[in-house]
């Protein structure tokens, strides 16, 4: 909400020498925030000059310039090259002469242009700031001026005015007025306030008064909300077309970020900036018979006045005569009824829309509007008779209008509810021990009515403050009134013995690990497509289940993640179009698996401030889809780059089991590797991952033709693991890792087996069978072809051995050795290869 300063001066007392940092620093103190200033941005001399005589001359770009010769004070006459031919002798303009500056900034001298020097510039409206008017120069008799020569056109057209911009939270709606700052100003310095709404002349009517016909056919309530609850009429005959909009209301729009359309059009603008009322004009004689306020039917449609057919919704409220829909309410009006260049008779509605009609109508038809955002954040229903008489009055003063007996006032608003405010009950929530007298005068202050009894105050909130429903507000505005700064700053002692949990450390160590290793984590979206679901969520499935919004943000992505890998493609495809082409990313987050069957949203729980009982929580808590944190991994391009001596080395699984690995000795369990399948994986590099036999996750390379399809390189390795699962099988206390002092002893060992049977269960037999002696075993070749029986193939381990006490005989390593390959030959029927 931007403030104009000499009009917030208007309704409360500004100290002399009030900046706009003092009003900002008044206004943060009730709790608004700064958001900027405004201003012109000019500087004289900037005055009123008048066209003695001007030639004409062509140039040679086909161009004609008027060589002018403009009195600009007292026997002061300059020359002056003007290319705007909508003026005549004897007009008065406004003159940059040099030395001034206007928006942009764009200083003025005296130059040579087109054979003449020019001796300052003959201004426009847009140049001024005041409009975009720039067709021609700007003609102070078409603003009904008719200024002295040499006058400052500064302070004639109020472009010496600024503004401050605050940011208005929705809960206080009251505060798109210049009537609600004010009010605020006010509580913050303790000046005196002056109600606009209170100043405004009262058109009398009584039951002997002709009544315009309105019809409020919104009587059956739309999930549960009446469309409107005051419509009033007023009519105002006699309009003179031709009058322009004074300079000072042109510049008080300017700065509240309005631009000026029409004379009719700015004072229904300025009143709702004003009371923070909207109001919409009609043009009376194109009205057909009465006004009917209700919901739109089938198929109805609007010509909007942005110039858009629209087709309603029939949860939209309308305005709609005898012809049709003439305007959605409180969001935009309709064509067939605008004021025009030749409307004299105007008939001015004032009217109170339920705030959340209007904002679905607004967001339905993507038309956020001035009016729609008041009434989203809810008006004042007391003071649309106010500001409908407030615009009567300017159309009698400034466009020469007759105010007509016929008019309307439907008001069925109800008044404000009392709220029960205990004694005690502030210094409990706020921790400040405030005096009755403080909250009695600070809720007084607001326009609150309080009354006391021997438990509780009872408070009535005033009708423009509909955020004020309960005890905790209240409070709250007590303690916004009489000053945060009473609230004391008290630091919380920690309690002692808390900290991470263990959850939380192996997710940081292993974090830790992955980033140490080369990767960098990164964050992805969890909403993804149902394809991306499909493609990568199930290991074999055609789909996985999973959970889709019903309000997505992005309307091609509704569905929650059912794995992280979609993420991790996106982001390295982000990376991959901005030049990175080696990459090495892991993410640690949330999946979303709904049981299958079960209904998400199928729950129905109670309307209004009513508990939901034992049985709809539990309800509610089984519907909610399992969310078990996973983390994941991608790596593409090169691990080696290509350098002397060295030729690169493109990633490929390996890269993916290194990493899984790594990850599992960091967190001190062991990961066993068996071949495996997923949907989206190379059918031969393909890995499941296993601790204690059960399933955790999986490892392997993106089927090339999905890589293409994704734009990737041909090879991308990926890999997935359930980390809820992997932490829940963490030994509580892990054995310390020793430093051996007792040489080591190594062999290997190739074993043929059939190739039906994969490395990784050869090697967990080899690994059983040798004992404790063994330290270590890696698979380091996997043979086949000439001297290796059809169907099957060798596999060549490297074995390290070592005893803690003593230093290994090749016998005893040799002993260890036999045994593993006995138990790989009972399993699998392994023999060894000589």
């Known amino acids: ?41 000019l500087s004289g001399p900037i005055v009123v000059g008048q066209v003695l005589e001007f030639t004409p001359e062509a140039q040679s770009n086909g161009k004609t310039i008027n060589w002018c010769q403009v009195l600009v004070g007292e026997n002061d006459v300059r020359g002056i090259v003007c290319g705007a031919h909508n003026f005549a002798v004897g007009d008065k303009v406004v003159v940059s002469l040099p030395g001034a500056s206007l928006p942009g900034p764009f200083p003025i001298a005296a130059r040579k242009t087109y054979g003449h020097v020019s001796d300052g510039m003959i201004a426009s409206a847009r140049e001024l700031g005041l409009g975009d008017e720039h067709d021609g120069i700007l003609r102070l008799a078409s603003l009904g001026l008719d200024p002295i020569v040499g006058t400052d056109a500064i302070a004639l057209l109020g472009l010496d005015d600024s503004a401050v911009e605050i940011n208005v939270t929705p809960d206080r709606g009251y505060a798109f007025s210049l009537r609600g700052v004010a009010r605020e100003y006010a509580h913050s310095t303790g000046v005196s306030y002056r109600d606009p709404a209170l100043a405004v002349p009262v058109i009398a009517r009584d039951a002997a008064s002709p009544v315009f016909p309105v019809t409020v056919a919104d009587q059956a309530p739309i ?40 004379l009719v059009v700015d004072i229904t603008n300025y009143v709702m900036l004003e009371l923070g009322q909207p109001i919409h004009g009609y043009d009376l004689d194109t009205l057909r018979g009465g006004i009917v306020v209700r919901r739109a039917g089938p198929g109805e449609t609007i010509a909007t006045l942005d110039g858009q057919t629209r087709k309603l919704n029939p949860e939209d409220l309308v305005i709609a005569d005898d012809s049709g829909a003439i305007g959605i309410a409180g969001v935009m009006g309709g064509a067939a009824t605008e004021i025009g260049a030749v409307t004299t008779a105007v008939l001015i509605e004032a009217a109170n829309f339920d705030p959340v009609s209007i904002a679905r109508s607004a967001r339905r038809h993507k038309l956020p509007s001035e009016a729609s955002r008041r009434f989203e954040r809810g008006v004042d229903p007391t003071v649309a008779v106010a500001a409908a008489d407030r615009v009567a009055q300017l159309l009698v003063d400034l466009a020469g209008g007759v105010v007509d007996a016929l008019g309307s006032d439907h008001l069925s608003h109800s008044t404000p509810a009392d709220i029960p405010l205990p004694h005690g009950f502030i210094a409990g929530l706020v921790g400040v021990d405030y005096t009755d007298s403080e909250i009695v005068d600070s809720l007084t202050e607001i326009g609150c009515s309080v009354s006391r009894t021997d438990a509780a105050f009872l408070v009535t909130p005033p009708s423009w403050r509909p955020d004020l429903t309960d005890k905790a507000t209240l409070a709250e505005e007590v303690a916004r009134i009489v000053g945060y700064d009473r609230i004391p700053s008290v630091l919380p002692t920690a309690p002692p013995g808390r900290g991470l949990t263990r959850s939380q450390r192996l997710r940081r160590t292993a974090a830790q690990q992955l980033a140490a290793g080369g990767s960098t984590e990164v964050l992805a979206y969890p909403f993804v497509s149902k394809q991306s679901n499909d493609r990568f969520g199930s290991a074999v499935a055609d789909s996985t289940p999973a959970l889709k919004l019903a309000n997505p943000l992005d309307g091609e992505l509704p569905w929650l993640r ?21 990459i090495a990313l892991f993410e640690i987050g949330t999946v979303f698996l709904p049981v299958a069957g079960v209904a998400v949203g199928s729950v129905t729980l109670p309307v209004g401030n009513e508990r939901p009982s034992a049985e709809q929580l539990a309800d509610l808590q089984s519907a909610i889809p399992n969310q078990p944190r996973h983390i994941g991994g991608l790596f593409l391009g090169n691990t080696v780059l290509k350098q002397v001596g060295q030729p690169q080395i493109s990633v490929a699984i390996g890269e993916a089991l290194t990493a ?4 599992a000795t960091a967190l001190g369990v062991a990961i066993a590797v068996r071949q495996g399948k997923h949907r989206a994986l190379h059918p031969g590099r393909t890995a499941e991952l296993f601790v204690g036999g059960e399933p955790i996750g ?14 990737l ?28 002092t007792q040489p080591a002893a190594t062999q290997d060992l190739t074993l043929v087996v059939p190739l039906t049977t994969s490395a990784g269960e050869v090697l967990a037999a080899i690994r059983s069978g040798a004992g404790a002696l063994l330290e270590q075993l890696r698979l380091v070749d996997d043979y086949r072809g000439e001297g290796v029986l059809a169907g099957a193939k060798s596999l060549t381990f490297a074995l390290r051995f070592r005893a803690p006490d003593r230093t290994l005989t090749a016998a005893e390593a040799t002993e260890s050795k036999l045994a593993g390959a006995a138990e790989a030959e009972e399993r699998f029927g392994a023999t060894i290869r000589e």
Not at 700 to 708: K, S, V, Y
């Open 223 to 262: 999930r549960d909300r009446i469309g409107v609850t005051v419509f009033v009429t007023r009519v105002v005959r006699g309009v003179d077309p031709t009058r322009t909009t004074p300079p000072w209301m042109i510049a008080r729009l300017s700065l509240a970020g309005i631009r000026s359309i029409s």
């Open 660 to 663: 899984v690995q790594q990850l």
């Open 713 to 740: 390189p041909r090879v991308v390795a990926v890999w997935e693991i359930d980390l809820d699962a992997l932490i829940a099988r963490v030994p509580a206390s892990a054995t310390p890792t020793t430093i051996a």
């Open 562 to 582: 059912t794995t992280l890998i979609p993420g991790l493609i996106d982001v390295a495809r982000r990376n991959l179009s901005r030049g990175l082409t080696d």
């Open 1 to 41: 909400m931007r403030i104009p300063i000499s009009w917030l001066s208007e309704y409360v007392d500004l100290a002399p020498g009030t900046t706009p940092d003092d009003i900002h620093a008044a206004l943060v103190k009730v709790g608004f925030e700064e958001e900027g200033q405004h201003g012109f941005a």
């Open 698 to 711: 999986f490892a392997g390379e993106l089927l090339p033709t999905i890589a293409d399809d994704l734009d």
